[in-house]
């Protein structure tokens, strides 16, 4: 039972990181409504990557915590796992109007290295 709920964590999550880096060249995003954070150009008038990127970090952080509760046999944690769904999906409607120009290789590979993260500690023994 715990290896089917670790399997089905890491595939959302898998799934939702690579949504995102696709969305990423999308050239005509839908915006994303009342998601103004200091990662969107409302705030700053530019796209702050960086930021975007240490958000996500805190939501996979909390999601890979929250799974790891799960698979300890802490039923109650699954109410948290919506939440953390609408954390991400807002994260990735903000981070599909990002030009792709802004984003460097070290972006990249930081959101690379944060689903590695995610991978190794949700990893099935």
């Keep these: 039972m715990i290896n089917k709920i670790k399997l089905i964590g890491i595939f959302i999550l898998v799934l939702l990181f690579a949504i995102t880096i696709v969305a990423c060249g999308n050239k005509n ?3 994303a409504q009342n998601a103004v954070s200091a990662a969107s150009p409302e705030a700053s008038g530019t796209y702050d990557v960086e930021a975007m990127i240490n958000e996500y970090e805190e939501i996979m952080d909390e999601y ?3 799974m790891l509760r799960i698979m300890a046999g802490d039923m109650d944690a699954m109410a948290l796992i919506e939440s953390i769904d609408t954390r991400v ?3 990735q409607l903000r981070m599909s109007n990002v ?3 802004d984003f460097t290789i070290e972006h990249l590979q930081r959101l690379d290295e944060i689903g590695k993260k995610m991978e ?4 099935i023994d």
């Design 89 to 91: 999906t807002n994260w």
């Design 99 to 101: 030009p792709e120009e």
């Design 29 to 31: 995003p839908e915006p």
């Design 64 to 66: 890979i915590s929250t």
């Design 120 to 123: 190794e500690a949700l990893s």
